[in-house]
């Protein structure tokens, strides 16, 4: 049996591989996909692989603080958002740190400017292990008895 650990609507994450020490997120779990803001992103191929450049802004607010990272493109799909429009985006697959979870997740990569929160932590990266109570915030993925 799976051990359940507890998320609030709102938490911190590292998203090491891309060099994101901490960042808050939005837990959304009528969102099937993670969503990243990304206010550019630019592909490119390497070595055989299609990848991706993009630039990020891991603090809410502060525009001055930019990330900019690479990553293989795992898929591009059709999303579509929750004021209905549907755009077609890049997937990257990257690693994910929640507390004292670690796990490999999918991230769409989007222009987030007009939200309060960097990143949206979909459904399918919370599947299996995850318990959200919309009335707490960061939990940091607390182990439930």
Same mark, same amino acid.
């Given at each position: 049996? @799976? ?11 590292? /998203? ?7 960042? !808050?997120?939005?837990?959304? =779990?009528?969102? %099937?996909?993670?969503? /990243?803001?990304? $206010? ?9 692989? !299609?990848?991706?450049? $993009?630039?990020?802004?891991?603090? *809410?607010?502060?525009? &001055? ?8 493109? $795992?898929?591009?799909?059709? +999303? &579509? ?20 979870? =670690?796990?490999? @997740? ?7 400017? &007009? ?5 949206? /932590? ?5 599947? *299996?292990? $995850? +318990? +959200? ?8 993925? %607390?182990?439930?008895?």
């Amino acid at each position: 049996m @799976i051990k359940k650990r507890l998320l609030g609507w709102r938490e911190w994450i590292s /998203l090491p591989d891309l060099g994101i020490e901490k960042m !808050k997120c939005k837990v959304d =779990t009528g969102a %099937k996909t993670s969503a /990243l803001h990304a $206010f550019y992103v630019d592909s490119f191929i390497h070595d055989g692989k !299609k990848m991706v450049r $993009f630039g990020i802004h891991p603090i *809410y607010g502060d525009l &001055t603080a930019v990330s900019h990272c690479e990553a293989v493109v $795992f898929d591009e799909r059709v +999303v &579509t958002s929750s004021d209905g429009n549907k755009t077609m985006r890049y997937v990257i697959k990257t690693k994910m740190i929640l507390g004292d979870t =670690t796990q490999d @997740i999918e991230i769409t990569l989007t222009n987030r400017d &007009t939200m309060r929160f960097p990143m949206l /932590l979909g459904r399918r990266a919370m599947e *299996y292990e $995850f +318990v +959200v109570d919309p009335n707490l915030s960061y939990q940091n993925a %607390k182990l439930l008895s």
